[in-house]
């Protein structure tokens, strides 16, 4: 087999063990063809020994792993998937839910939430032993008077659920609470979690209905510090379900910086346009990646910002903003040790959405002229900022799966 090297990292990787197949779209290929396990030859050969080398894999976490599921197993108090049926949505919707269960090769399996929990066991078992999933939680969309809408809520993953799968496998997955701060029992809740080992609390704001600068949530805010529990939360434009944009601002952002959370931005806020509120609110629109650039260089919120690099190697992604985390973020850039890795599984898997040739256009990889089905997210792991893997260009006889 022929490889060759860049010294540079894919920066959104699927690090599990089982690697989404990358041929470039149609080219490769519109679903996940689940060609099984990674064969011997890729598991150990000399790119990924390296990428392990010197690193404690217990010190290696996936900090943005989606634990998804449609409510068939027993659990649909905890668990639910809107396909939007008898809306104008509908048709996206479920071309959606069809896409994420052929990501995660599930697609036919009965009760599909089991499947997908055993999946995820399986990608985790590949990888070296003390390697961890964050597996996240997602809270209800609510209304202002903080009452929860089934109707304008497009996934639920519950925190009894996301934590009882969690306990299941203790050495293999850890997990994010969601609690939405407009809920009449958010500070009890956020007590609850906490006693129950949820490392973080998860929120996308555009989907759920939050607001992240308004008052209201300051007391949340001081609940979660004196908790010690960061904020993982998207920022930017949300393209995989329904919301308001306007709420992804990072500037939104600053209330939970000023009240001392710890806040990791999922994806660097990598996509679409925010105004820019530090100049009023009729303000020009602004590149959302650029406001979260503001928000990591001011100097109050150095150990308290953070970003996850995950989905930053999609297409829509792959721009401006891979760019400058690669700058920002090698050895020795001043955004060394505040990025976490992250794959946003299972969306490394959904084919459509990558392009390993989009990749070596940009510079990114090497190309060539048989440049075929290539392991895009084939290991390269940022390790909390400390130096970046280089990921390896395979033949088209490579055997990549997800």
Not at 38 to 67: I, K, Y
């Amino acid at each position: 087999m022929n490889i060759s090297r860049r010294h540079f990292i894919a920066a959104g990787t699927l690090g599990l063990g089982g690697f989404a197949g990358g041929r470039f779209w149609p080219g490769q290929g519109v679903l996940n063809p689940c060609l099984g396990a990674l064969p011997p030859e890729l598991a150990t050969h000399a790119l990924v020994r390296e990428a392990w080398a010197g690193l404690d894999a217990a010190d290696v976490w996936d900090s943005h792993a989606h634990l998804l599921g449609v409510g068939d197993a027993g659990n649909a108090a905890q668990v639910a998937f809107n396909d939007a049926a008898g809306t104008w949505r509908w048709p996206l919707a479920a071309a959606q839910k069809y896409f994420f269960l052929n990501a995660a090769c599930i697609g036919d399996a009965n009760p599909l939430d089991t499947a997908y929990v055993a999946r995820l066991r399986a990608l985790a078992d590949a990888m070296p032993a003390g390697h961890k999933l964050l597996l996240l939680a997602l809270d209800a969309w609510h209304d202002e008077d903080g009452k929860a809408s089934p109707e304008r809520t497009h996934l639920l993953v519950g925190n009894d659920y996301c934590a009882a799968v969690a306990r299941a496998a203790p050495e293999r997955f850890a997990w994010a609470a969601s609690v939405h701060p407009y809920r009449a029992d958010a500070l009890d809740e956020l007590a609850r979690v906490k006693r129950l080992g949820a490392r973080a609390v998860k929120w996308i704001p555009a989907a759920q209905g939050i607001d992240p600068a308004a008052p209201r949530c300051d007391d949340y805010y001081a609940t979660l510090q004196r908790l010690d529990l960061p904020l993982v939360t998207h920022a930017g434009d949300e393209r995989a379900m329904p919301g308001d944009d306007a709420l992804g601002n990072p500037l939104r952002l600053r209330r939970a910086l000023e009240h001392g959370v710890r806040v990791v931005v999922a994806h660097c806020a990598s996509m679409g346009e925010s105004r820019d509120l530090d100049r009023g609110g009729n303000a020009p629109w602004v590149d959302n990646f650029s406001l979260f650039e503001r928000l990591m260089d001011e100097t109050a919120n150095v150990g308290r910002l953070f970003g996850d690099i995950s989905a930053l190697t999609q297409s829509a992604r792959a721009g401006v903003p891979l760019r400058r985390v690669l700058e920002r973020a090698g050895e020795g850039g001043d955004w060394a040790g505040r990025l976490l890795n992250g794959t946003d599984y299972p969306l490394p898997a959904i084919m459509p959405l990558y392009s390993p040739q989009g990749l070596a256009e940009r510079g990114y990889l090497f190309d060539r002229a048989n440049f075929g089905f290539f392991c895009a997210h084939l290991v390269g792991f940022w390790v909390y900022g400390r130096r970046l893997i280089p990921i390896p260009n395979t033949n088209a006889n490579n055997h990549c799966t997800s």
